[in-house]
């Protein structure tokens, strides 16, 4: 699982925060990444994959894990709760919302036990609107200034799109879809990734990801809707693997990442494969903490 978006950190970055842009610059930063862009964001919205090896770090209580800390290379993230097990406190040292460095979010709650906001240390401030006991809308602010949002589908009570949009001066563009498929078991088989054709000025379609799972525990439903603000969406186990398409359905990478889990089936550390045709694998070292 990555928090971090080099897709949308490319966006708000050209967007800067509420500043009106001209149409051909918006035109040109989009030309310019469309080609390898639908990636950051598939990735940004699947968890890592994982293979089962030899337990280590056991743990005796039957009680669920929290992750306390997710390193993925350079992008480290930290969590704190509260006693009822809901997020305190998260933090990122490379965060996908504002941008900028080591920025740590309070999440506050209503009397539902729903998120209400939550307040960054650095003055951004997400608000959340929820239907049905359901998170609906995410809007971002900086200050008292509004440039981002996202909305969310349902059906039969299974979130199965989210549509991020950015805003100037109260006018509202969609920049990216993603519409999800679960399978059986509860997991997210199947992204497809929708993004703005500032030529159209209308949603297409970019690529799609196809993920498979194991039986293990995921750590990160754990974080609830938090997940969901932050552009992530949790599946009930952990993906073994995961292929990605370009919007004609042409192969663009394979990830796969071998776990090592502790005595109750959670990750604790992991190396990821990330391979594209024609070019040698990479790899990268995670580690989880609880």
């Given at each position: 699982?990555?928090?971090?978006?080099?897709?949308?950190?490319?966006?708000?970055?050209?967007?800067?925060f509420?500043?009106t842009?001209?149409?051909?610059?918006?035109?040109?930063?989009?030309k310019s990444?469309?080609?390898?862009?639908?990636?950051?964001?598939?990735?940004?919205l699947a968890?890592?994959?994982?293979?089962?090896?030899?337990s280590e770090?056991?743990?005796s209580?039957?009680k669920?894990?929290?992750?306390?800390?997710f390193?993925?290379?350079?992008d480290?993230?930290?969590l704190t709760?509260?006693?009822?097990?809901?997020?305190r406190t998260?933090t990122?040292?490379?965060?996908?919302?504002?941008?900028d460095?080591?920025v740590t979010?309070?999440?506050?709650?209503?009397?539902?036990?729903t998120?209400?906001?939550?307040?960054g240390?650095?003055?951004?401030?997400?608000?959340?609107t929820?239907t049905?006991?359901?998170?609906e809308?995410?809007?971002m602010?900086?200050?008292?200034?509004?440039?981002?949002e996202?909305?969310?589908t349902?059906?039969?009570?299974?979130?199965?799109?989210?549509?991020i949009?950015?805003?100037?001066?109260g006018?509202?563009?969609?920049?990216f879809?993603?519409?999800l498929t679960?399978?059986?078991?509860?997991?997210?088989?199947?992204?497809?990734?929708s993004?703005?054709?500032?030529?159209?000025?209308q949603?297409?379609?970019?690529?799609?990801?196809?993920q498979?799972f194991?039986?293990?525990?995921?750590p990160f439903?754990?974080?609830?809707?938090?997940?969901l603000?932050?552009?992530?969406?949790?599946s009930k186990?952990?993906?073994?693997?995961?292929?990605?398409?370009?919007a004609?359905?042409?192969?663009?990478?394979?990830?796969?990442?071998?776990?090592?889990?502790?005595?109750q089936?959670?990750p604790?550390r992991a190396t990821?494969?990330?391979?594209?045709?024609?070019?040698?694998p990479?790899?990268?070292?995670?580690t989880?903490k609880y």
């Open positions: 699982m990555r928090f971090k978006s080099s897709l949308l950190a490319l966006i708000f970055a050209a967007y800067n509420g500043s842009i001209k149409n051909q610059q918006i035109m040109f930063t989009l990444i469309k080609t390898t862009i639908f990636l950051a964001l598939i990735s940004s968890l890592s994959s994982c293979k089962k090896e030899k770090e056991p743990s209580s039957l669920p894990l929290l992750l306390t800390e390193s993925d290379g350079t480290v993230t930290r709760y509260n006693p009822d097990s809901s997020v998260i990122l040292n490379n965060d996908p919302i504002s941008l460095d080591n979010y309070t999440v506050t709650y209503s009397q539902n036990k998120i209400s906001e939550l307040n240390s650095n003055g951004t401030n997400i608000k959340a929820y049905n006991g359901k998170i809308k995410a809007e602010f900086n200050g008292t200034i509004k440039y981002a996202t909305e969310y349902y059906a039969g009570g299974v979130i199965n799109s989210s549509t949009s950015l805003v100037d001066n006018s509202k563009t969609p920049y879809k993603t519409v679960f399978n059986a078991a509860g997991n997210i088989s199947r992204s497809d990734v993004m703005f054709n500032p030529l159209t000025n949603l297409e379609p970019t690529g799609y990801v196809l498979q194991d039986t293990n525990k995921n439903t754990s974080l609830g809707d938090v997940l603000i932050f552009w992530q969406d949790a186990n952990n993906t073994i693997k995961q292929s990605y398409f370009d004609a359905g042409k192969p663009q990478e394979v990830v796969e990442t071998t776990y090592t889990y502790n005595a089936g959670y604790v990821m494969k990330e391979t594209e045709p024609g070019q040698q990479t790899t990268a070292t995670i989880y």
